[in-house]
């Protein structure tokens, strides 16, 4: 199959982004031993990167590491390498900046490979945003368009001896960097909690990546979405909407309901109006009901065992009933809090 590529994202903090990045990339690796699974953390906080190195303190400590070498062995590194060699200079070897997990974090599948997170990436950004809005120099020449397209070439120029899929960790906030990710990706994976601030941030999301009609009369020719028109820049399509942390204050049916109730009708009525800003549906899709089938997947949480899990930087099929250490805290983990998440998690992937 060829390269896939998904960013994880919604406009909105705290719905599990950097969780669902880890599960979804552990778990595919470990499902999938013929096919290579890349992580690239454009998220400043590095959260996927330290669960996927370990988890913790140990987790922390690698990140910090690859972050403080003369050359960071992460997005940042990568991201100076690009920006310094200028447009057209050929790409760095991306084998100087990916990192085979299991090296680092030997519960990890060998076909799982990182770009790490740097917390960096927020001063570096006046950089990005300096670079992306440099004058074009001549009637070809398109610095935003070059600098918005880093990491898609990046995934382009992945060896072709194996098959790949990529998951592009984000920030909530729509950053430069976080532009950068979601242009780096084909599909959205677009995680949202049952409640009313995930539906504001669903339309918040469409307007930051396709604008409004008309643009707004100040500022609309400046917006991302405006100058990826202008650039012919492809803008990811939702795949698919995770609904995560749903049962945490209810169950299951409540939670079910919620989703449907907060964010649903909104997706919706946005599939109605633009269905290209999604990807093709499989089966037709004319009622609200057929869009929830066809797009939603409820993890309906990921329970303690998946957060125990990241927390250990281990993968949720090799949990077993028993306490763990969290932080000092003995937390008990169930056999069927594993069997649940795995069923979750699974049920997303099949979705890819």
């Known amino acids: ?83 310094s060699g200028g447009p057209g200079a050929p790409l760095p070897n991306s084998k100087e900046f990916i990192i085979k997990v299991n090296k680092y974090n030997k519960s990890m599948p060998d076909n799982l490979f990182l770009l790490c997170g740097d917390g960096n990436l927020e001063p570096m950004a006046p950089a990005i945003n300096l670079a992306a ?7 070809a020449s ?79 020719a400046w917006t991302y979405a405006e100058r ?38 909104t997706l919706f009525a946005a599939y109605t109006a633009h269905p290209s800003y999604f990807t093709k549906s499989i089966k037709p899709v004319k009622t609200i009901a057929d869009f929830r089938d066809e797009y939603s997947v409820l993890l309906r949480d990921f329970n303690t065992a998946g957060v125990v899990s990241a927390h250990l930087g281990r993968p949720i099929s090799s949990m077993k009933q028993g306490y763990y250490k969290v932080h000092g805290t003995d937390v008990k983990v169930s056999a069927d809090q594993v069997r649940e998440a795995l069923k979750a998690i699974d049920s997303a992937l099949a979705r890819l």
Not at 28 to 35: G, P, S
Not at 203 to 216: E, I, R, Y
């Open 142 to 220: 398109n610095p935003w368009l070059w600098i918005h397209q880093i990491f898609r070439n990046l995934v382009a120029s992945l060896p072709k001896d194996r098959d790949w899929m990529v998951f592009i960790d984000t920030n909530p906030s729509f950053s430069i960097y976080t532009e950068l990710a979601v242009s780096g990706a084909d599909n959205l994976i677009v995680p949202v909690n049952a409640d009313d601030s995930s539906r504001v941030a669903t339309n918040a999301m469409f307007v930051l990546l396709h604008g409004t009609t008309p643009p707004h009369p100040v500022y609309g």
């Open 1 to 83: 199959m060829p390269t896939r590529s998904f960013a994880i994202w919604n406009n909105k903090g705290g719905v599990g982004k950097s969780t669902i990045a880890f599960h979804l990339a552990s778990r595919q690796a470990e499902q999938k031993t013929k096919l290579n699974v890349l992580v690239i953390d454009l998220c400043p906080q590095s959260n996927s990167s330290m669960m996927l190195l370990g988890g913790g303190n140990k987790g922390e400590n690698q990140v910090l590491n690859f972050c403080t070498r003369a050359t960071p062995k992460t997005v940042v590194g990568y991201l100076s390498q690009v920006i």
């Open 228 to 265: 990826a028109k202008l650039s012919k820049l492809s803008v990811p399509k939702v795949h698919i909407i995770i609904g995560n942390r749903l049962t945490q204050y209810a169950g299951a049916a409540v939670a079910y309901k919620a989703l449907s109730d907060a964010t649903a009708d």
């Open 133 to 139: 809005s440099a004058p074009a120099l001549t009637p």
